[in-house]
């Protein structure tokens, strides 16, 4: 298994700052792309933000300009810096990793989510 443990969420007023980080851990695994996805009450999972090993990124319109994603490959690491925060972009945050793990004798494809952590934004 690979785990990846989310920190970073809570509550901001409109216009403020939060970061998120996702931490993945486990054994002989190889991360290509990490990303965030969010979740509102009633509302679908959608796409936040992703990067790639390389460092290309791909944003979702809702939030181009103020949200950035960076990564830190050696530490299997991800982060979320959200400004000017709406309260729109309340939901639950969820980390991604995909890429590939090594058991049973062979690479499988590798999919792991994390827990989720809540970002509230409201006066």
């Known amino acids: 298994q690979v785990h990846l443990v989310e920190s970073g969420g809570g509550l901001v007023q409109p216009g403020g700052s939060l970061r998120l980080s996702c931490a993945a851990s486990?054994?002989?695994?190889?991360?290509?792309?990490m990303g965030w996805y969010r979740q509102a009450p009633g509302k679908e999972r959608e796409l936040v933000a992703t990067i790639t090993s390389g460092g290309s990124t791909n944003y979702a319109d809702s939030i181009q300009g103020r949200f950035t994603i960076s990564r830190e490959n050696a530490k299997n690491t991800v982060y979320l810096q959200m400004n000017s925060l709406k309260s729109e972009d309340t939901a639950v945050y969820y980390c991604?990793?995909?890429?590939?793990?090594?058991?049973?004798?062979?690479?499988?494809?590798?999919?792991?989510w994390g827990q989720g952590t809540q970002v509230t934004v409201s006066s």
């Open positions: 486990g054994r002989i695994f190889s991360i290509d792309t």
């Open positions: 991604n990793a995909r890429g590939k793990r090594f058991y049973a004798l062979k690479w499988n494809p590798l999919d792991s």
